[in-house]
């Protein structure tokens, strides 16, 4: 929330002269004017305050502050500097109004300045004081009370010929209750350490008024606090500088915990965001600690104390924004206020940004940012023991214990801690196939056990608590006792071995590593070396890349460095043999592209391969195991929400190809069942030679559960085909030629058990070929399509009820095909296509146009004459949503062809869910 993004200006307390007045704009970075129109801003009428002024000093010839070029050096001036350093020679005058000839008390104006000079003094470790040079008593001016402050200042001003330079100040008192407005005072700041001072008779303000209006003379604007219907603690801004939170705004004067918040009888001490922005103090007592990373905990001493270091400066590691953290209690001259009845609230821990309003503002961020219901001092400003800050960007702080004499705060600012990762540690659970492991935002551990068909199984909990890691990650067997291990790193570099086992579970953990902190990235690489034990890949933040290599019992032997340039990539992950050689690396570059650096199996890398390009789109990647049960390693992709998607590896890439099966050539026809026993993925028939019809129930992951024979005798078709909902029953139907050309329709149940068959047609023998590719007219009803020897294609169209309508001539020259099929929505355009193989291998696309004809054929490759038989399994057989071919190949072997979506093959994907 840093002014440079919020870029809004103070309402009401930053008034804006025609003449010689400024207002400050960062570098590069329109600020907008006050007015009711700034959202983010508000003042809460009556709130007891005064009126501030930055301006040019009123000279005859106005000249810019120590070489500044305008009001940034105005405003800024003791940010700029080193800090106030010296005596602020005051002219002190008590004046007489024309219609008010009451006086003021100089002793009382004198007072009021000592009070002011001795809080400063304070504030600066004895380094800027206010000293009344001169003094001007009953002095009257030709000034009215019913004129406004500005008019009375300027009017005095003249009358005494008083002019602005460095470290001086002119302070006048007039004998009205209030300024105009009800102000209890104005400031006028004119760089340099001078200013103008008007205030009304003497009262309880006149001490905190006075010393307020003189932080404006430092370069102070106003400590302002942060309002939110929602109540949250923090909040961002869009790119116009408006609160991401529409019931956000900054309450002008809102932290009355700070000298320069809301006029009261105390002098609060001025907070440490002012503190470091015009360089108070000795230098000493705030310690910077940068960009807050990892969990760390630090000691707060009061803030009206003395002590160095005393409170905490961190910027955040997200946004950079920075943030203050100072404890407040009764201690010191100016915060004894806070052991007075009513003010509980107020002692603890305080949290507070530069800017806000202004580059010169400083904002609070209270434990609920809910207004108020106070008129205008708040009672719960700070922190209590337990309560934990959150900065929009997901930073907490923690305020671990409080004391009247001390604090503890922990700030959490590793976000790994509750980012979700995905890993394998191959066989975890020990029956032989690669699991994936998930640790979860919450701190739980689930185990997702690998199955056969491509597939990983509901996800078990196997163990919690373990949001206090960073980095988790899959060993295999790092301890040499034939389990699969589990190495976790917490933010301060501990590096824990948990061995699995063997059974799901863990044995007692070990912690075998310390000031593991330093490297952005581990890697379980699995044997880098060849020496037949497990190995460790570090990546520290400089790029440069180690080999910790294991030692056979849950130790390293000494590091060795093995590449640098390595800050390139993103993400590293184990490759396991995918490209081609042992144990190598994954990596994926800023760009998304995916790299191969294949391990040479003796400590090194052969040369590296792109294998992939848009990756930047997936999350945790997941590589060295062999998840689809072929031998050879594949990658698995985890999203950020959670979804995965499985990439088979053909040894040396991604295949384009994946066999799913054997033994599949006993069959005299396979093709696609579509959700032929209602659970939801798509399935596969098969007749055998002897007659019998097998279902192989999709997984919904490119494999299949155990097949169940669904039927007997029919040998008796020379065409069986699946029909969709042809009698519109709302289940799968199929439709079988007999030799004589009876055409039978065979209605199922929709959870794999046919109903009584029902004859459909007659005459049907003269077409060498029959498909169904579902709803091909655009009609909302399955249709029929068959091939004449002559390569006619008729469409007959379904009627919705088991029957046709008359048929339509929607091709010719279809004899140039051996072979024609069903393709679904191949293409993505939401209609049914078809595919065409012809005698040479070839294979075509020709998209329906959704109304019984198609659009332009597209050429999809050859060799495909090498299949006895295929199919297309629409888009629910992988899981992914998108189209898929199956074939079966002369050795029998049944192979799966993913399709993009888009009109084209690609390499295959699966989702293993």
Not at 399 to 427: C, E, H, Q, W, Y
Not at 447 to 467: A, V, Y
Not at 652 to 657: P, Q, S, T, V, Y
Request: hydrophobic share 35%; proline share 5%.
């Amino acid at each position: 929330m840093g002014f440079l993004r919020r870029s809004i200006a103070v309402s009401t307390g930053l008034v804006l002269l025609s003449t010689g007045l400024f207002f400050v704009q960062a570098p590069a970075t329109a600020v907008p004017l006050p007015s009711p129109d700034n959202p983010n801003v508000r003042f809460v009428e009556g709130t007891p305050h005064s009126e501030h002024v930055f301006e040019t000093p009123p000279t005859a010839s106005p000249q810019p502050a120590k070489g500044s070029a305008g009001v940034e050096g105005l405003f800024s001036e003791g940010a700029a500097a080193a800090g106030p350093n010296g005596d602020i020679r005051i002219r002190l005058v008590t004046a007489k109004l024309a219609d008010n000839s009451n006086t003021v008390s100089m002793s009382g104006a004198e007072q009021a300045v000592a009070a002011t000079s001795g809080y400063w003094q304070s504030m600066t470790a004895g380094r800027l004081s206010m000293t009344v040079d001169s003094r001007v008593a009953g002095f009257q001016s030709s000034a009215r009370s019913t004129d406004s402050y500005p008019t009375i200042m300027s009017t005095i001003t003249s009358e005494l010929k008083w002019s602005a330079s460095p470290y001086t100040a002119l302070v006048i008192l007039i004998p009205t209750s209030t300024l105009s407005a009800n102000a209890l005072g104005a400031g006028y700041s004119s760089g340099s350490y001078s200013g103008r001072v008007l205030m009304p008779q003497l009262s309880s303000f006149s001490n905190n008024v006075m010393t307020h209006e003189f932080g404006h003379v430092i370069g102070l604007m106003h400590a302002d606090a942060l309002q939110c219907g929602s109540g949250v603690s923090d909040v961002g801004t869009d790119s116009s500088g408006r609160f991401t939170d529409p019931s956000c705004y900054i309450r002008e004067y809102g932290d009355t915990t700070d000298i320069m918040g809301a006029a009261q009888y105390a002098q609060p001490v001025v907070s440490s965001s002012f503190w470091d922005y015009a360089s108070l103090g000795r230098g000493d007592e705030i310690r910077d600690v940068g960009i807050a990373s990892g969990v760390k905990s630090y000691t707060l001493k009061p803030w009206g104390g003395t002590d160095a270091q005393r409170a905490i400066k961190f910027t955040d590691p997200v946004s950079k924004e920075v943030y203050f953290l100072e404890l407040r209690q009764p201690v010191g001259k100016y915060d004894a206020y806070l052991g007075n009845a009513g003010q509980e609230g107020n002692r603890g821990v305080k949290i507070v940004q530069r800017g806000g309003a202004t580059v010169a503002s400083s904002l609070i961020l209270m434990p609920s940012t809910i207004p108020f219901t106070e008129p205008w001092y708040a009672k719960n400003h700070a922190w209590q023991q337990g309560s934990t800050f959150t900065t929009y960007t997901g930073t907490q702080v923690t305020m671990t214990a409080i004391s009247d004499t001390s604090a503890t705060v922990t700030i959490n600012a590793d976000p790994k801690l509750k980012t979700r990762m995905r890993f394998s540690a191959g066989d975890f659970d020990g029956d032989k196939l690669p699991d994936v492991i998930s640790r979860e935002a919450d701190g739980s551990l689930l185990l997702f056990r690998g199955m056969p068909g491509n597939r990983l199984g509901d996800p078990t909990q196997i163990g919690s608590g373990w949001g206090i890691f960073n980095a988790v990650l899959g060993t295999a067997d790092f301890n040499g006792d034939g389990f699969a291990d589990i190495l976790a790193r917490t933010s301060d570099g501990g590096l824990w071995l948990y061995p699995g086992n063997g059974k799901g579970g863990f044995l007692a953990r070990t912690q075998v590593g310390f000031g593991w902190q330093g490297f952005s990235q581990l890697v379980a690489v699995g044997d880098f070396n060849g020496d037949s034990r497990n190995d460790l890949i570090a990546a520290g933040t400089d790029g440069r890349l180690w080999l910790y290599p294991g030692n056979g019992s849950g130790g390293f032997l000494a590091a060795v460095q093995v590449g640098q340039g390595w800050d390139v990539f993103n993400t590293l992950a184990p490759a396991g043999s995918f490209g081609g050689g042992k144990a190598g690396l994954l990596a994926r570059s800023g760009d998304g592209t995916l790299y191969v650096y294949p391990g040479d199996g003796k400590g090194g890398f052969l040369p590296s391969a792109a294998v992939g390009s848009g990756w930047n789109g997936t999350g945790d990647i997941i590589g060295g195991q062999d998840l689809t049960g072929d031998k050879l390693a594949d990658v698995l992709a985890a999203a950020a929400g959670g979804g995965m998607t499985l990439y088979p590896g053909d040894g040396n890439g991604f295949a384009d190809r994946l066999t799913i099966g054997t033994g599949w050539n006993t069959f005299s026809q396979v093709w696609e069942a579509g959700d032929f026993d209602g659970d939801g993925a798509a399935d596969v028939l098969a007749r055998g030679k002897d007659g019998a019809l097998w279902l192989y129930p999709g997984n919904g992951s490119g494999g299949f559960l155990p097949r169940v024979q669904v039927g007997s005798g029919w040998n008796m078709f020379n065409s069986v085909l699946s029909a969709g909902d042809f009698d519109g029953d709302s289940h799968p139907d199929l439709v079988g030629r007999a030799p004589d050309g009876t055409l039978w329709l065979y209605p199922t149940d929709g959870k794999g058990q046919f109903l009584a068959r029902q004859q459909i047609g007659t005459g049907w023998q003269g077409f060498t070929q029959l498909l169904a590719p579902g709803d091909f007219t655009g009609d909302g009803k399955p249709d029929i399509v068959a091939a004449s020897p002559d390569g006619t294609l008729w469409v007959y169209p379904g009627n919705g009820t088991g029957g046709f309508l008359a048929r339509k001539q929607i091709g010719s020259g279809w004899d140039m095909f051996n072979l024609v099929l069903q393709a679904g929505d191949f293409n993505g355009d939401g209609r049914e296509d078809l595919l065409g193989r012809t005698a040479d291998g070839g294979l075509w696309l020709y998209p329906g146009d959704g109304n019984s004809g198609f659009l332009a054929p597209s050429y999809l490759g050859s060799g495909w004459n090498m299949f006895s038989g295929m199919a297309a399994l629409g888009n629910g057989f992988t899981g992914t949503g998108n189209p898929a071919v199956i074939g079966v190949a002369g050795d029998g072997s049944l192979l799966l062809y993913s399709g993009s979506g888009r009109g084209k093959f690609q390499p295959v994907t699966l989702n293993p869910r």
